[in-house]
């Protein structure tokens, strides 16, 4: 499994016995506004973690994965994308 949840609870805004979700597979997450689905992808690459329950990914609890080495393989891209100063080709190589 890419990504496993187990027991997953976040505030009163998730709660999430058990989810599992498969490696090479489009998936999309549905509910209302305020639903919770950005708070969970926040957790798959510790933007945000969990008050209890732990996610598992590729089998390694997340809690044991460093941040950053976790965020070299498990990018969220944002809804309202940051661009900077200048041509397209001028904002990748700032990551450079
Ligand atoms: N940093 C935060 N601290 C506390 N509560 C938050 C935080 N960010 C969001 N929330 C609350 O968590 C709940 C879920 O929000 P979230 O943004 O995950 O929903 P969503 O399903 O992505 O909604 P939308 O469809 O509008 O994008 C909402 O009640 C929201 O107000
Ligand atoms: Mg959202």
New binding site residues.
């Given amino acids: 499994m890419l990504f496993s949840i187990k027991n997953l609870k976040y505030?009163d805004?998730l709660n999430i016995e058990k989810l599992n979700l498969p490696e090479k597979k489009i998936i999309c997450i549905v509910?209302?506004?305020?639903?919770?689905?950005?708070?969970?992808?926040?957790m798959l690459n510790k933007l945000?973690s969990p008050d209890s329950g732990n996610i598992y990914y590729k089998n390694k609890d997340l809690s044991e994965i460093d941040a950053v080495t976790l965020r070299r393989e498990v990018v969220m891209l944002s809804?309202s994308p940051s661009i900077f100063k200048g041509t397209v080709k001028e904002n990748l190589l700032i990551g450079i």
Wanted: net charge positive; proline share 0%.
């Fill in positions: 505030k805004i509910g209302e506004s305020g639903g919770g689905k950005t708070t969970l992808l926040k945000v809804q």
